[in-house]
C-alpha cells in the first residue's frame, strides 16, 4: 500500500483517534476555562485553504478578545491577546480542535500549516505547491523554527515536505513536534504577538 494517500490518511485516524480519546479531558477543561474567560467564546472558526487550495472550516480555540477600535476595527493581535491566551498558545492547546478537521479528512496531523484565504493570489508558482498535500497541525516548517522564520524559509521548509512526504519523514517530524512541547519555542515572531502578514514574496512572480 503507498502511504500517499492512504497509509498516511489510516496513520492520520489512528493518531487522531488516540489523541481524542486521551486528551478529551484536558479539552472539555480548556472549553470550561475559555467560557468564563472569553465571555462564552471557546472555538475560532476561519475558512482556510486545504488540499489544492479548497476552503475548509479550520478550528482552534481561542486565545483572543473580539476588542475592537471606534471604527468597529479589531485591535492588533498584542492587545487582544490575554494571559490565558498566551498560556493557551504556549502550550499549543489552541490546535486540539484540529483533531476534528483530521478526522473529517480536511487536515492531517503532518503537513504545511493551513494560512489565510487571502494569501492565496500571493503565493508563486512555487509556493503554492504546498496545496498539493493535506494541511497539517504540525510540520516541517513548525519544528525547524515554527514563527522565528521568514515566510520565504517557512516555504522553503513546506516545499521539502511536499517533496518529500513518507512514513519516516512524518515520524521525525511527529518526534521533533513532542519534544517542541516539553520545550516550547518559536511561538511567536520577534516585535509581534503572532506572526507577521504575508505580503507577497518580491523576487518571485505570483501565480
Do not use: C
Not at 488516540?18 to 468564563?36: D, E, Q, R, S, Y
Amino acid at each position: 500500500m503507498s502511504y500517499l494517500p492512504y497509509g498516511k490518511r489510516l496513520l492520520d485516524l489512528l493518531l487522531a483517534g488516540i489523541a481524542l480519546l486521551l486528551l478529551w479531558p484536558v479539552m472539555v477543561l480548556v472549553a470550561v476555562v475559555l467560557w468564563i474567560g472569553f465571555d462564552g467564546h471557546i472555538l475560532f472558526r476561519q475558512q482556510r485553504p486545504g488540499l489544492h487550495g479548497k476552503p475548509f472550516s479550520f478550528y482552534k480555540f481561542v486565545t483572543m478578545t473580539q476588542a475592537r477600535d471606534q471604527h468597529g476595527n479589531l485591535l492588533p493581535d498584542a492587545q487582544r491577546l490575554t494571559p490565558l491566551g498566551k498560556f493557551i498558545r504556549k502550550t499549543s492547546l489552541d490546535e486540539l480542535p484540529q483533531l476534528l478537521n483530521v478526522l473529517q479528512g480536511q487536515m492531517s496531523i503532518i503537513g504545511p500549516r493551513p494560512l489565510l484565504m487571502e494569501y492565496l493570489p500571493l503565493y508563486s508558482l512555487e509556493q503554492a505547491r504546498r496545496h498539493e498535500v493535506k494541511p497539517g497541525i504540525t510540520g516541517w516548517a513548525q519544528v525547524n523554527g515554527r514563527n522565528l522564520l521568514r515566510w520565504e524559509e517557512k516555504f522553503r521548509y513546506d516545499l521539502w515536505y511536499v517533496e518529500h512526504v513518507s512514513l519516516r519523514v512524518d515520524a521525525l517530524i511527529l518526534w521533533r513536534t513532542m519534544k517542541h512541547l516539553v520545550k516550547p519555542e518559536g511561538i511567536s515572531a520577534p516585535g509581534t504577538a503572532t506572526m507577521e502578514r504575508f505580503n507577497g514574496s518580491s523576487n518571485s512572480s505570483s501565480s
